[in-house]
């Protein structure tokens, strides 16, 4: 008797722990749209600004059931556009791009949570590593997350990292080198994977 009580209440209990499993809800994953995606520098000169433009080669996004955000772009230093080609050659050659052909961020944050309306927006802090010119950083990164949909998400941010803290060589015009602050602006449209 005891035995047979024993093994109902198993059954029962693997029944229940199955149950629960498919009813944990499933992370969901989501793909950059590069046509509508873009990783964007600002490099100060006493006599100009350059900006140039790239969009990303590759961009994936994880959100957990429990609100952590995990997030890995990349783009191809080789694609960044000023609109001249003599600074952009120029800058490859500062960046070695060759050698160093990408660009990388790694990052996760916590807290954010599919809404149940639309649009909606949540500001997150992602905290991770920049990889460029061979080198690896630290750095935080505040973004604007807005959920046009439960599938559709667009999320710009803003950060600033260091020529000199990455190994670059800060190209100089007249003699006078450019800032070695390096403004990056993201802007990235992602789509749930299918």
Not at 21 to 34: F, G, I, L
Not at 148 to 175: D, H, W
């Amino acid at each position: 008797m005891k035995s047979s009580t024993l093994a109902v209440l198993a059954t029962l209990f693997l029944s229940t722990s199955a149950l629960a499993q498919e009813a944990a809800p499933a992370p969901r994953t989501y793909s950059v749209k590069a046509s509508d995606s873009s990783l964007t520098y600002r490099l100060k000169h006493t006599l100009h600004e350059v900006v140039g433009m790239a969009r990303p080669t590759e961009g994936k996004a994880r959100l957990l059931p429990d609100g952590t955000l995990q997030v890995a772009v990349r783009a191809n230093v080789a694609d960044f556009d000023s609109g001249n080609s003599n600074r952009d050659a120029h800058m490859k050659e500062a960046t070695e791009a060759p050698k160093f052909p990408v660009v990388e961020f790694k990052g996760v944050a916590t807290g954010v949570k599919v809404p149940t309306t639309f649009p909606s927006e949540q500001a997150v802090t992602l905290k991770g590593q920049v990889t460029f010119h061979g080198v690896k950083q630290a750095v935080e990164v505040p973004m604007k997350v807005v959920f046009t949909s439960a599938k559709e998400i667009s999320a710009t941010g803003n950060f600033q990292i260091s020529l000199e803290a990455f190994k670059v060589e800060r190209p100089s015009l007249m003699m006078k080198k450019v800032d070695d602050a390096l403004d990056l602006e993201t802007k990235f449209t992602l789509e749930e994977a299918k």
